[in-house]
């Protein structure tokens, strides 16, 4: 049978997949905002028991077409793991259509565009991109490790190497303070980087993350719904992609939007205005039914 240490995460759009957990937690593990990871130490699983597991899933599920490398980080896992790790998926599943795993910034720095590509092509097609805010000072609070230069140009290395990239955005990141910045530098940053898939969530202090102490100290702005949805506004507005897909479908944010860029940025817009207009109107999530 397949065993999963700890909480396991995956994201939204990969509720239907099969979920191995490649690493167990983040590399990484820095983000000031993520708890996620915070009671695991970091290490890549034995191809053994991976290989265990893919029999037995083998044998119990049918038809997986999709598979997501569990926990934070599994691309920073040696190219040598992962190849091997592929080919017995690619055997096990006759159907399977693609591989997918959370990359951090970190992870994209140490894969060569040589790698990648050699990966992509045996199947790990598919990477999940916490952005978090194109805002300098907003990413040194957050703590992710790299300014939005460096974002974008690690980004493009997985963008060079045919890798599709689904981004996240965290809204509220930036306070009232930098709220318009943010949401229009991170705006800027995506459409450098031309993500396949962008999405957006809602900053949230979590217990057991530095941000969660902030927010207890009074140090943190939490954003209504009514300023959340200005920063969306601003940021959909912002965007200028050839070809990606919005969602924010997360359980974080109190509006779920969904459409298709450019063809639906005007009604993206449209939609946001009207929230802003008739605040009364909104059908805004209750907090009773927003998650992590």
Known sequence: MIRYEGTLYRPPSEADSLILQATIG????RCTFCAMYSEKRFRVRKLEELEAEIAWAAEHAVGVRKVFLADGDALVAKPAYLGALLARLRAAFPDLQRVSCYASPQALQVRSVEEMRALREQGLVLYYLGIESGHDGVLGRLEKGVDAAEMIRVA???AEAGV???????????????SIDHARESARVVNAIQPRFVSTLVMTPVEGTPLFEAAQRGAVEELDPLELARELREFVAGLELEGSVFRSNHASNYLALAGSLPKDKGRLVAALDQVLAQPGRARFTPEWMRGL
């Not at 983040?26 to 593990?29: G, K, V």
């Open 26 to 29: 983040c590399s990484y593990n």
């Open 156 to 158: 493009s290395k997985a």
């Open 164 to 178: 599709k990239l689904s981004t996240m955005i965290l809204l509220g990141a930036g306070g009232r303070a930098l």
